[in-house]
């Protein structure tokens, strides 16, 4: 089973920056697409990137283009969300998450294994 745990989420100053990890365990295929959704109060899951292991592809939300970055430690199976120039209206929980294969989907249903989440505030 695979197994999803964020961290480094916290309170952070607008134009401030912020690195999520995501670390993953029980792996088995070959190759995943690991991604992050944001859920702000009151609205429905974002997505916000993702990172397919083959070939390191990388897609953002235009929301986000140009602030974030995605990456991947292959050593460790950690997938991080490097967020920088934050916003008032990046405030969110955010979810690590992953699919097998190498289909990158921009909606929930498309991934089948969720981290608990950890909470991003962006203060002014």
């Known amino acids: 089973q695979v197994h999803l745990v964020e961290s480094g989420g916290g309170l952070v100053q607008a134009g401030g920056s912020l690195r999520l990890s995501c670390t993953a365990s029980g792996l088995t295929s070959s190759t995943y697409v690991m991604a992050w959704f944001r859920e702000a109060p009151g609205k429905e899951r974002k997505f916000v990137g993702a990172?397919?292991?083959?070939?390191?592809?990388?897609w953002y939300d235009d929301s986000v283009k140009g602030r974030v970055t995605i990456s991947k430690d292959n050593a460790k199976n950690m997938v991080y969300l490097q967020m920088n120039s934050l916003k008032l209206e990046d405030t969110a929980i955010y979810y690590c998450?992953?699919?097998?294969?190498?289909?990158?989907?921009?909606?929930?249903?498309?991934?089948?294994?969720w981290g608990q989440g950890t909470q991003v505030t962006v203060s002014s």
């Open positions: 998450v992953a699919s097998a294969g190498t289909t990158i989907y921009t909606v929930p249903r498309g991934y089948e294994y």
């Open positions: 990172y397919r292991w083959t070939g390191g592809t990388t």
